[in-house]
């Protein structure tokens, strides 16, 4: 039954990269050049959105959070660094690839999900000799930002979405974002 | 009313703030329903697991294979194995499905049209993506979006970190471009 809810979840996730375009190899690109800033728009706003329900069905006592993802600073950030290089090289990531395979691109089916499976072999095998000396350093476990700087969670949830909305407003009223140059 | 949301599922591109409301309410829906995150690199992992193990398992057989990532179908693997058919759905509503390579004419203009050279560069990309995700502890979804929702440091810095780099490396590919 899990299995079947983690099937639509994972249909209803594929669709919407799909419907915001992120299965694109200039909409990805483009966010690192800010002439398009869908990718920006869209994880905000599902961020948000899941924060923001989150956090209220937690105070009503209604979900218990799963493990939130560890911060270990060193790793988070050489990981992220890393991460960056691939996504604005390639145009894509783990989930758009797959997504994008779905839609029958080629080039995501085959050496696409053949990178990502040759990444999963190297990182399986090197993980021993690489991961637990990078995870040690600063490594914070699992917490999160308003236990650690003690604030009220739902307020800070809400300063947050209003500081996204307040970014919104700046890029789609205000302008903020660059012109595409012809290729 | 309900004649403008048929048109619009099939439309071939929405809102990023209306299909990221859909993403988020998913990820509330994982967390109240399955008590999962959502997230795509994990379940590679899971994946080349159960084929390594199969094929070569005195290789697979380590720490990483055997108790980090559970090499088993998981509910990561079987939400990856949605994502995909999504993916397809999606296209379907807006009559765009179809088989094909080199799609997008701004990879052209900047590359090239030559196949290998876009094929060389998405399996590196891949490599390169399913790394940084291990060392960072989950890509866009698992860490940036659902690390993110739950206001995890961890999220952030991957977040900031995946932008500096991404910024670097196109000012080096658009050089004048950019």
Redesign the interface.
Known sequence: M??L?????????????????L????KI?????FTDL??L???????????L???S?REMG?????A??????T??????????????????????????????????L????????????????T??S??PK?AAIAN?G?????D?WNLN?IL??LL?ALIAIFL?YLIDRAGLIRKN?S? | MLNKIIEYIHRDEWSPYIAGILLGVVGIAAVGISNNLLGASGAFESLIGIIGKAIAPSIFSNTYFNYVVPSEITWAVVLLIGIFFGGGLGALTSNTWKLRVQDDEQWKAIFGPQLWKRWLILFIGGIILEYGAGIAGGCTSGLAISGGMLLAPSAFLFIGSMFVSGIITALIIYRGRY
Do not use: W
């Open positions: 899990n299995y809810f983690a099937f639509i979840l994972g249909i209803l996730f594929g669709f919407s990269l799909n419907k915001a375009g299965t694109k190899y200039h690109v483009n966010v690192f050049r869908a990718v728009k869209f994880m905000l706003t599902a961020l948000v959105v899941a924060m329900g989150l956090y069905l209604l979900v218990v959070f799963p939130v993802p560890a911060t270990y600073i790793g988070n950030i050489i990981g992220g660094l890393i991460f960056g290089v691939g996504m604005a090289l390639a145009g894509y990531c783990p989930g758009t690839c797959v997504a994008g395979a779905g839609e029958g691109k080629l080039d995501y085959i050496p696409g999900l053949l990178g990502f499976f040759s990444g999963a072999i190297l990182y399986g095998l993980y021993q690489v991961f990078i914070y699992n917490v999160v930002l308003p650690l969670s800070f949830a947050f919104f140059k290729l």
